[in-house]
């Protein structure tokens, strides 16, 4: 089994060494700066967490989630627009919150307990100063496979930080953006029933 520091960030830097290859001649490729460059937002979460939800006319389903919240310490207002996406260990990319329904998101809330939290979508806009201004929301994607095993979610829209590289004759962005990695062992077997841990490294910055 590939180590996630092969399997998660190999995958999605792929096109970004190729990218880095094309256009910088001596294989290069963009990595975030060491220091902030541009604004960036602070972020924080729970650990992905699976839920099964009775669906009016469609029976139970297994949902997975993370909750989080964002937080504008800069010093003037963000826009937020977030983008979520899970890396599955066989290389799928799953957007959250596609075709989610409202019911998950309710049952979700009341497992939390949290009364401001907030679906995926309600948190984007312009976050204000702060921390009173700050937004709690959850990201949402269908279980698409038993065994999850090690997986990455990937946090777009926390950094205004990009970088333009060419791709033949094409120009292409990478973002800024926040890969958290995660273990579960064995959850084929009793899924939602053992531990999800953080893999190595557990939170790491890449341009993407």
């Known amino acids: 089994m590939r180590n996630l520091a092969c399997s998660g960030v190999g995958i999605v830097l792929v ?27 602070d972020f924080s979460h729970g650990l992905p967490q699976r839920i099964v939800v009775e669906v009016p006319g469609q029976g139970g389903q297994a949902f997975w989630y993370m909750t989080y919240t964002v937080t504008n310490n800069s010093d003037r207002e963000q826009m937020f627009l977030p983008l979520f996406e899970l890396l599955t260990e066989d290389g799928r990319t799953v957007r959250s919150d596609q075709s989610i329904p409202a019911v998950v998101f309710e049952r979700i809330r009341e497992r939390e307990r949290k009364s401001l939290l907030e679906p995926f979508y309600k948190t984007a806009g312009p976050l204000l100063i702060g921390p009173e201004q700050a937004k709690d929301g959850v990201a949402i994607w269908p279980e698409i496979q038993l065994r999850m095993g090690r997986f990455s979610i990937f946090v777009e829209g926390l950094s205004g930080e990009t970088a333009t590289v060419k791709l033949g004759e094409r120009d292409v962005i990478l973002r800024k953006t926040l890969q958290l990695n995660y273990h579960i062992r064995g959850d084929e077997v009793y899924p939602g029933e053992d531990e999800v841990n953080r893999d190595e490294p557990a939170e790491v910055w890449i341009m993407r």
């Open 15 to 41: 096109l970004v060494v190729l990218v880095g290859e094309a256009s910088a001649g001596e294989g290069s490729y963009p990595r975030p700066a060491l220091y902030p460059t541009s604004w960036e937002l």
